[in-house]
């Protein structure tokens, strides 16, 4: 269980520091050109950076080079979390929370958070702890 949880839990924060720095950093340098967001559109994104700036172009490497990499390691997450999922036997509703957890940026460092606590505590003797039930049995 310690193992899974691991691969987990280093898979859920690169995936979300991928995720904060393509919407908070590469998307704004890439797409606020002041050119429109989609096509037929006539409301116009910010226009803080120039189309073919220095900025923009950094925004659209990381866009691309990030985004890519992003998307195959958010399917590798999915892999690893569902593994850790069906170890731990986790309800249907609290494994597809975790999963899209990883979509939403923040969101999924407070889900990998939950799903730490959850494990450790339904699962106390992998983590060296005792149970309750053990405690209990100590104390008679």
Same mark, same amino acid.
């Given at each position: 269980?310690?193992?899974?949880?691991?691969?987990?839990?280093?898979? /859920?924060?690169?995936?979300?520091?991928?995720? &904060?720095? $393509?919407?908070?950093? +590469?998307?704004? =340098?890439?797409?606020?050109?002041?050119?429109?967001?989609?096509?037929?559109? *006539? &409301?116009?994104?910010?226009? @803080?950076?120039?189309? +073919?700036?220095?900025?923009?172009?950094?925004?659209?490497?990381?866009?691309?080079? =990030?985004?890519?990499?992003?998307?195959?390691?958010?399917?590798?997450? $999915?892999?690893?979390?569902?593994? $850790? /999922?069906?170890?731990?036997? @986790?309800?249907?509703?609290?494994?597809?929370?975790? $999963?899209?957890? +990883?979509?939403?940026?923040?969101?999924?460092? @407070?889900?990998?958070? *939950?799903?730490? %606590?959850?494990?450790? !505590?339904?699962?106390?003797?992998?983590?060296? /702890? !005792?149970?309750?039930?053990?405690?209990? %049995?100590? %104390?008679?």
């Amino acid at each position: 269980m310690k193992k899974a949880l691991t691969r987990y839990r280093v898979m /859920a924060y690169v995936v979300g520091v991928l995720l &904060i720095v $393509l919407c908070l950093i +590469g998307v704004p =340098l890439s797409n606020f050109d002041g050119s429109p967001m989609w096509v037929g559109d *006539k &409301i116009p994104t910010p226009n @803080w950076f120039d189309e +073919g700036s220095r900025a923009n172009n950094i925004g659209e490497f990381i866009t691309s080079i =990030l985004g890519t990499a992003h998307g195959w390691l958010y399917m590798i997450f $999915l892999v690893f979390a569902f593994s $850790l /999922a069906r170890k731990a036997k @986790w309800t249907m509703a609290f494994t597809l929370g975790i $999963l899209a957890a +990883g979509t939403i940026p923040v969101v999924s460092f @407070w889900a990998e958070h *939950k799903a730490t %606590q959850r494990i450790k !505590r339904d699962h106390p003797a992998d983590f060296g /702890a !005792r149970s309750a039930d053990q405690v209990g %049995q100590l %104390q008679s």
